[in-house]
């Protein structure tokens, strides 16, 4: 099905086709109509299905018709996690928009930097605000921008937006909202306290399940190696080489581990850097435009920092470090397999973490199998410090329980 058959402009299809998208992804197909026919949306989109056009291509639809920007007032505002996503948002809502009769303003506004070129490109109006809360209140009390106009409410990656503590400034966005409005919630996930939100957000809204976890398994090959945690980078160095792959992204649980992977990779002969939280605007942003020009093998980061990218083709994403949940599990998986490219997912289960494993396999309803490769075979019985917690050995002595009993306390691994 074209994508103008789904009910768009010829104008957003054809800039739909420019960015490559021939055929709409299953969310779109179910996306777009429902958020042309004007009422709240809540739909299941993990990042790649093609959920950011799913809701600009209509969002921007239902903007040609109206009044066009007055000053301070914004018309569709989409909230989202994270600086990086802003950026991506902004940049498909512009590319998107390009060929729209009458020039659509947007405005990306996110922290970290400063806020007086924001506040300059916020004046005279913006259609369309992309924002990350804490930011986007920021310029409301600096009296930037009045959000009493607006008729559309995105909600991207909500459970993301919870998971990193915007609860409270969600709902001071919120209280500043015009009461009618036509409200898009998306979320990959769905934990007790985004369904409350959704259920206090949405009016009668139409429900999107678009096929993920089915995609999502079909075109996502996961797997688990057990190796000892001191032996993980050999096994990260030993895999890229045997297996041949070409761009991976690697997550580890610190920015410390982060930078201390990639330069030991760097030191063999891998081009590898880091990409985490604690990097500079600019040198994030330099990071990942070489890591999509291919001048790196490997990007060693972070859940946060991750949370934006969008690197189309990602064949490889590897867990050096276990996510710490089921819902981190499902973004970090959704960073490969991206558009129906195939990816591959890989865990590195060790000794300490194999329970932690088991219990997000179960939340997943997986089980793989985990794999040992000859040579790295796991020998941890005792804690190491890189962990940061106990090692629970395949065979423990008595002082190796107690001391895992004494560790276990201390940390999240459970005993099976
Ligand atoms: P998203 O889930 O919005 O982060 O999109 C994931 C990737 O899929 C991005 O690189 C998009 O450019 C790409 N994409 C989105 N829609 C389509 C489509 N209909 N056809 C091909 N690629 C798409």
Known sequence: MPFHALGLAPALAQAAAELGFITPTPIQEAAVPAVLSGGDVLAT????????????????QRLMVGTGHTPRRVRALVLVPTRELAAQVGEVVRSLSQHLPGKTKTAVVFGG????????????????????????????????????????LVLDEADRLLDLGFAEELARVLALLPAVRQNLFFSATFPNAVQELANTLLREPQRIDAPSVDVK???????????DTTRRTQLLRQLIKTQGWQR???FVATQYLAERVA????????????????????????????????????????????RGIDISQLPVVVNY????????????????GRAGANGLAVSFVTPATEAH??????????????????????????????????????RPSKKDKLRAAAQNSNNDSQEP
């Open 263 to 306: 330069s030991k990779l760097h030191q063999g002969d891998l081009y590898a850097t880091s990409f985490h939280g604690g990097l500079s605007q600019g040198a994030r942003k330099q990071a990942l435009d070489e890591f999509k020009e291919k001048r790196w093998d490997v990007v060693v980061t972070t859940d946060l920092a991750a």
């Open 113 to 152: 930097v400063s806020i007086n070129p924001q506040m300059l490109a916020l004046r005279g109006g913006a259609d369309v605000v992309v924002a990350t809360p804490g930011r986007l209140l920021d310029l409301v009390e600096h009296n930037a921008l009045k959000l009493a106009s607006v008729e559309l």
């Open 248 to 250: 991976v992204l690697v």
């Open 45 to 60: 989109a993990q990042t790649g299905s093609g959920k950011t056009a799913a809701y600009v291509l209509p969002l921007l």
């Open 217 to 227: 398994e079909a075109v996502v090959v996961q797997q688990a190696y057990l190796v």
């Open 357 to 394: 494993w088991r219990l997000i396999e179960k939340r997943q309803g997986l089980s793989l199998p985990l794999a040992v490769v000859p040579g790295l075979e796991p020998l941890e019985v005792a804690p190491v410090s890189e962990a940061g917690g106990g090692v629970k050995g395949k």
């Open 321 to 336: 470090d276990l996510p710490r949940s089921a819902v981190d599990y499902v973004h970090r998986i959704g960073r490969t």
